[in-house]
Nanobody, 124 residues
Framework: QPEPVESGGGLVQDGGSLRLSCLVSEGSFSSRAMGWFRQAPGKEREFVAVISWSGSRTLYADSVKGRFTISRDNAKRSVYLQMSNLKPEDTAVYYC?????????????????WGQGTQVTVSS
């Protein structure tokens, strides 16, 4: 089974940048869309971005469009989330997830495998 492992979180100032990485070292990685979700304290988990297997299709939440970029390197079994112009409201635990198929979607029910998350904190 795919086991996503996130890294790259940390503390950054308002307007700063971070790059999150997700490595799927075990299990099936091919032919799966890969997504990023986040959960802030006291809030439900929300969709951030998703990328298809080929990388040709991406989908972003309105709140991050123009600021975040998702990418993947299939040879390295990795997915990335480049975050720029970060805002305090981006503070959350960020999760990487593997979809059940190559179907980019914002529906968390379509994702079978989830990482443990990495904390991103944006200070004002």
């Amino acid at each position: 089974q795919p086991e996503p492992v996130e890294s790259g979180g940390g503390l950054v100032q308002d307007g700063g940048s971070l790059r999150l990485s997700c490595l799927v070292s075990e299990g099936s990685f091919s032919s799966r869309a890969m997504g990023w979700f986040r959960q802030a304290p006291g809030k439900e988990r929300e969709f951030v971005a998703v990328i298809s297997w080929s990388g040709s299709r991406t989908l972003y939440a309105d709140s991050v469009k123009g600021r975040f970029t998702i990418s993947r390197d299939n040879a390295k079994r990795s997915v990335y989330l480049q975050m720029s112009n970060l805002k305090p409201e981006d503070t959350a635990v960020y999760y990487c997830a593997a979809a059940s198929a190559d179907w980019p979607t914002d529906d968390p029910r379509r994702y079978n495998y989830w990482g443990q998350g990495t904390q991103v904190t944006v200070s004002s």
